[in-house]
């Protein structure tokens, strides 16, 4: 399997942008991928956009992407308050969101939802992403859920075992609030990188998979 890279276009840092609905959206679906580049070193800027948060959700994320992106030179994380599960009713003002998002610095790669997922809210994300970001590359990440509707993704990030462990920790150690769902489990998280490793042939046995709908070959 040809391995592509991820560089950057000139000399000032990578700029990634990280966008989820929910405040462990981002952590599931691309958390050991950000480990993965941020360990690769050369210098990489993250701003990390949530619509969904409480006060107390609010808190476990930036304790959670403090330490997934305790290695960026520079990260700046955003949080929203729109109404869970309710996103298609508030449209409008999320897109307004998506606007003032573009307006910032321009991103190197997006990390967003996958475009099939079976969330409502989750669809919203990815659907406006799309229509902010044009001409930039955005990987769909995809978050295991009771709703089910895992597809074959067409991309994969390769991740160690040590990755694997410091996003499963950070996981399980921060969102003390989601530890009474029966899916939110290390058993899950391991579980799905598991059998994206099988599917990407990764050397270490794990991999986080992602829906790619347009990319570019140099």
Not at 71 to 85: C, Y
Not at 87 to 104: D, N, S
């Amino acid at each position: 399997m040809l391995d592509l890279t991820i560089t950057r276009r000139s000399r000032r840092p990578l700029r990634i942008l990280c966008l989820g609905a929910h405040c462990d959206d981002i952590d599931i679906g691309c958390g050991g991928t950000l480990l993965r580049l941020l360990g690769n070193g050369g210098g990489i800027e993250v701003r990390w956009v949530v619509f969904s948060a409480s006060a107390e959700r609010g808190r476990e994320l930036r304790a959670s992407a403090k330490r997934f992106l305790r290695r960026a030179i520079r990260s700046q994380v955003e949080t929203h308050g729109f109404r869970d599960s309710y996103f298609p009713a508030q449209y409008l003002e999320i897109k307004e969101v998506f606007e003032a998002i573009r307006k910032g610095p321009d991103p190197d790669v997006i990390f967003t939802h996958h475009g099939a997922d079976l969330h409502q809210d989750h669809r919203i994300i990815s659907e406006l992403t799309w229509t902010a970001f044009r001409r930039h590359l955005i990987l769909e990440y995809e978050v295991p859920k009771y709703d089910g509707g895992l597809l074959p993704p067409n991309a994969y990030v390769r991740l160690d075992r040590s990755q694997v462990e410091s996003k499963v920790r950070i996981l399980m150690g921060c969102y003390r609030s989601q530890l009474a769902k029966p899916w939110f489990t290390e058993d899950t998280f391991r579980g799905l990188m598991r059998l994206r490793g099988i599917e990407s042939a990764s050397d270490g046995g794990w991999a986080e998979g992602f829906h790619a709908r347009k990319m570019c070959v140099a």
